[in-house]
């Protein structure tokens, strides 16, 4: 499964749904994310509603894709994150970096 994109919220933010398993296979789809956003977009949304497990390259792509964006002012939020992903991002201290929901 790849990454499914849509602008909401007028153009202003990416909302970026994982597949189930967020892993080093989605790494070149992920990485891209970010090199045609148009102009208006200011927040990504990363949907987690259909992950059931992530990886350590899945951190190290979050961290990737926060480190690109700090450059402006691109908010980044993880949303729908399970229990389960909730606690390792927490263990990760994720949730001093993003906004988790």
């Not at 153009?11 to 597949?19: A, F, N, Y």
């Not at 994310?33 to 949907?47: G, K, N, Q, R």
């Not at 450059?71 to 991002?89: F, H, M, Q, R, V």
């Not at 201290?93 to 929901?101: A, E, H, I």
Request: glycine share 4%; hydrophobic share 40%.
């Amino acid at each position: 499964m790849s990454l499914e994109t849509s602008l909401i919220n007028g153009g202003k933010t990416l909302q970026v749904k994982l597949p189930s398993t967020f892993d080093i296979g989605i790494h070149k789809e992920f990485r891209e994310l970010h090199s045609d956003l148009e102009s208006t977009v200011e927040d990504f949304a990363i949907d987690f509603v259909d992950t059931k497990h992530m990886d350590s390259s899945a951190l190290g792509m979050l961290l990737l894709l926060r480190d690109e964006l700090s450059s402006g002012s691109t908010n980044i939020t993880l949303i729908n994150c399970s229990e389960n992903i909730k606690e390792l991002l927490k263990l990760a201290r994720f949730d001093t970096l993003f906004t988790v929901k």
